[in-house]
């Protein structure tokens, strides 16, 4: 069974500044990684799948990269909407999320 | 507009039984294989269970709802089912209905609101 693991927990930042959020896979899973955005009381929405590929609407400053066992979600400037707790996801498996939060 | 409507959650009783629905539109339903993922207050998210679409009706579930929750689907009503029986505490969570969405892999959009369900004496 595949673990995601994911860090760091929680991520204290500023508007405006750079956003990095790292998962890695117990084994290799090629590309085959997505990543959620969940904001307080709201279901989890789809952001990038397969690694690098923006889901429809998602706006440029996320981006993702990764292959094998390490992944990383970029979000380029944070904006003031993007303080949630990402989630990164692999078939059924979750990991177990990283809060980002206003410093 | 894609829309997925979670209903049915509550208060139940240890060893009870809840039906969860979930009423979809906006796009085919019977050409969708559609999930259920569960989340225990302040935790993270935990895949529940998998039924294919109308073409070949597979399911599949999570160890630890293997034999006491039963998923299903009926495509003429655009509803997604799950029978969860022999509730245990540890199954108190916001349950969300899930769309699968199959492209190089697969993935989770959109899902519904979701629906608590609590397992109290």
């Known amino acids: 069974e595949i673990v995601l693991t994911q860090s760091p927990a929680t991520l204290s930042l500023s508007p405006g500044e750079r956003a990095t959020l790292s998962c890695r896979a117990s084994?290799?899973?090629?590309?085959?990684l997505g990543w959620y955005q969940q904001k307080p009381g709201q279901a989890p929405r789809l952001l990038i799948y397969y690694a690098s590929n923006r889901a429809t609407g998602i706006p440029a400053r996320f981006s993702g990269s990764g292959s094998g066992t390490d992944f990383t979600l970029t979000i380029s400037s944070l904006e003031p909407e993007d303080f949630a707790v990402y989630y990164c996801q692999h078939r059924e498996t979750f990991g177990q999320g990283t809060k980002v939060e206003i410093k | 507009e894609v829309q997925l409507v979670e209903s049915g959650g509550g208060l139940v009783q240890p060893g009870g039984s809840l039906r969860l629905s979930c009423a979809a539109s906006g796009f085919t339903f019977s050409s969708y294989s559609m999930n259920w993922v569960r989340q225990a207050p302040g935790k993270g998210l935990e895949w529940v269970s998998f039924?294919?679409?109308?073409?070949?009706?597979?399911?599949y579930y999570a160890d630890s709802v293997k034999g006491r929750f039963t998923v299903s689907r009926d495509n003429a009503k655009n509803s997604l089912y799950l029978q969860m029986d022999s509730l245990r505490d540890e199954d108190t969570a916001v349950y969300y209905c899930?769309?699968?969405?199959?492209?190089?892999?697969?993935?989770?959009?959109?899902w519904g609101q979701g629906t608590l369900v609590t397992v109290s004496s």
């Open positions: 084994q290799s899973i090629s590309s085959n």
């Open positions: 039924i294919s679409d109308s073409s070949r009706s597979a399911t």
């Open positions: 899930a769309r699968e969405y199959y492209d190089l892999g697969k993935w989770f959009d959109p």
